[in-house]
């Protein structure tokens, strides 16, 4: 396979994460409100679905490939991207309790907040496929594709769900049809497959920063689990009984299993 057939392979993989997020509008269509219990339970799987897969997949590959000094550098840029991220967008903060007042404005706010969010997850991606085509994998399509990308992309699909959720809250309340709220789930992460590509041709045309690669992204998605899933998981909880302590360390727990193959790469 030539260079452009991986980088349409690893566009469809960031694209195929980003219609996930979609799958956070359908409960809508059968009630008018995710419970609290179970926004929590959402929050804590993609939390620990994401420092998993970060932590098995991403931080191993690092060490793999270079240094932990490469890797440790690549780890802070990427919550420097995060931080950088917050001031840009104004500091608004992502909360579903909050979506059902917003007016339109600050629900543009918020749809831009977790589309910068999205990028590093692409980004991901993208430095997940380094070895595509070059040194053995799971055959598919013609593409010798590494299990860690198949691993990544499955798990920030899984990950994206909550994100369309809460994506979806206001968009309902504010009488959006089902199916714009699903394009707006959609829409929230497609720079998710931009990031992969472009993360994908940075490190296939300068291997040497593979390391630096696999740091940035892990770094990224555990800052982000640690400054905004967990405390969004506790916001919630507060309205549930035992403050949604049981809900989210269930839903770290479920989150953390499902990634522990990662391991075993």
Same mark, same amino acid.
């Given at each position: 396979m030539g260079f452009f057939e991986n980088l349409a392979l690893v566009f469809v993989a960031g694209f195929i994460t980003a219609l996930a997020t979609g799958i956070g509008a359908l409960p809508f269509f059968l009630v008018d409100r995710v419970s609290d219990r179970w926004n929590v339970a959402l929050w804590g799987l993609a939390s620990g679905i994401m420092i998993s897969a970060s932590l098995f997949g991403l931080i191993g590959e690092g060490l793999a490939n270079g240094t932990p000094m490469e890797l440790g550098i690549g780890l802070l840029a990427g919550v420097v991207l995060v931080i950088v991220s917050h001031?840009? *967008?104004? !500091?608004?903060?992502?909360?579903?309790? +909050?979506?059902?007042?917003?007016?339109? +404005?600050?629900?543009?706010? *918020?749809l831009g907040i977790l589309t910068v969010h999205s990028f590093p997850e692409g980004v991901a991606i993208g430095v997940s496929f380094a070895d595509l085509n070059l040194d053995g994998g799971f055959s598919l399509l013609g593409f010798s594709v590494p299990l860690l990308a198949i691993f990544m992309t499955v798990a920030i699909s899984i990950h994206n769900i909550p994100e369309g959720v809460a994506?979806? *809250?206001?968009?309902?309340?504010m009488g959006v049809s089902k199916w714009r709220m699903v394009w707006w789930a959609v829409f929230?992460?497609?720079?998710?497959?931009?990031?992969?590509?472009?993360?994908?041709?940075f490190v296939r045309i300068a291997r040497e920063f593979l390391p630096f690669g696999f740091g940035f /992204? /892990? !770094?990224?998605? *555990?800052?982000?689990? @640690?400054?905004? @899933?967990?405390?969004?998981?506790?916001?919630? !909880?507060?309205?549930v009984p035992g403050g949604g302590r049981t809900e989210l360390v269930s839903g770290l727990v479920i989150g953390v299993l499902i990634m522990v193959p990662l391991a075993f790469i």
């Amino acid at each position: 396979m030539g260079f452009f057939e991986n980088l349409a392979l690893v566009f469809v993989a960031g694209f195929i994460t980003a219609l996930a997020t979609g799958i956070g509008a359908l409960p809508f269509f059968l009630v008018d409100r995710v419970s609290d219990r179970w926004n929590v339970a959402l929050w804590g799987l993609a939390s620990g679905i994401m420092i998993s897969a970060s932590l098995f997949g991403l931080i191993g590959e690092g060490l793999a490939n270079g240094t932990p000094m490469e890797l440790g550098i690549g780890l802070l840029a990427g919550v420097v991207l995060v931080i950088v991220s917050h001031r840009i *967008i104004s !500091g608004v903060e992502v909360s579903p309790k +909050r979506y059902e007042q917003a007016d339109f +404005r600050k629900l543009l706010l *918020i749809l831009g907040i977790l589309t910068v969010h999205s990028f590093p997850e692409g980004v991901a991606i993208g430095v997940s496929f380094a070895d595509l085509n070059l040194d053995g994998g799971f055959s598919l399509l013609g593409f010798s594709v590494p299990l860690l990308a198949i691993f990544m992309t499955v798990a920030i699909s899984i990950h994206n769900i909550p994100e369309g959720v809460a994506i979806s *809250i206001p968009l309902q309340s504010m009488g959006v049809s089902k199916w714009r709220m699903v394009w707006w789930a959609v829409f929230s992460s497609l720079p998710q497959p931009i990031g992969a590509v472009l993360a994908f041709y940075f490190v296939r045309i300068a291997r040497e920063f593979l390391p630096f690669g696999f740091g940035f /992204a /892990a !770094g990224a998605m *555990i800052y982000l689990v @640690f400054s905004e @899933f967990i405390p969004e998981a506790l916001e919630l !909880g507060k309205a549930v009984p035992g403050g949604g302590r049981t809900e989210l360390v269930s839903g770290l727990v479920i989150g953390v299993l499902i990634m522990v193959p990662l391991a075993f790469i």
